[in-house]
């Protein structure tokens, strides 16, 4: 089955800096790749997702970036703010089946 | 957007008892809901893939005897906690996949369970 790794497991950043969030899966037939945004106590929530025909996506601070050859891809924060301090999940499907979930990434950022 | 209500948000119960949490899809069809388990600062656990009028899909390691999944309706599935012990105790979080072929899972907002 699908395996996805998560790094880093923490990341601290001051506000205003770029954070990055890479993933990368073993199922080369994954073609949807979302990323989600826990907040403590809170349901994950969708905040960008890639199909496998595209290899790069962005949402106003947030992009997202694909590469099929190496089996990876990154979430992009730029101009981090406080609010963005959360837990981030990627997250790999392949076809019609289950999402396979990263670890996690505690993001802070600090002000 | 898609939105998933689960209920109850968090319940206390007895060892031994068991406890009943819904996962609704409110305005959208839901072929597939999950329900996933999540400890403290862990990642989403999947326990089980329900889909509408069959048997769930248990993922190894998880007792479906224990862990009753029921997805009756293109817009409920519930989760039974049968004879519920205090290693029970969790975050469970259920999703649903929209039935118009979509790929985009909506979360509902979790039940915390307390088995004293």
């Known amino acids: 089955g699908e395996n996805v790794e998560q790094h880093p497991s923490t990341l601290s950043v001051q506000e205003g800096d770029s954070a990055v969030i890479k993933c990368t899966y073993s199922d080369s037939a994954s073609n949807y790749f979302p990323w989600y945004k826990q907040e403590l106590g809170k349901r994950p929530q969708l905040i960008i997702d890639i199909r496998s025909n595209v290899g790069e996506k962005k949402d106003q601070r947030i992009a997202v970036t694909l590469n099929k050859t190496a089996k990876h891809f990154s979430l992009h924060i730029t101009e981090t703010q406080p609010e963005d301090s959360a837990v981030y999940f990627c997250a790999a499907l392949p076809g019609a089946g289950k999402s396979t979930f990263g670890d996690g990434t505690t993001l802070t950022v600090k002000p | 957007g898609a939105v998933v209500s689960q209920h109850p948000s968090w319940v206390i119960c007895k060892s031994g008892t068991s406890v009943k949490i819904e996962c609704r899809s409110l305005?959208?069809?839901?072929?597939?809901m999950f329900w996933y388990r999540q400890f403290p600062k862990q990642s989403l656990m999947l326990m089980a893939t329900s889909n509408e009028g069959s048997k769930a899909t248990y993922e190894q390691g998880v007792e479906k005897d224990k862990f009753l999944i029921n997805h009756a309706s293109l817009t409920l599935s519930t989760l039974t906690v049968t004879s519920a012990h205090p290693e029970d105790s969790s975050f469970y979080i259920c999703?649903?996949?929209?039935?118009?072929?979509?790929?985009?899972?909506?979360f509902g907002p979790g039940t915390r369970l307390l088995v004293l």
């Open positions: 999703s649903a996949r929209d039935g118009s072929g979509g790929k985009t899972q909506y």
């Open positions: 305005d959208f069809q839901a072929t597939t």
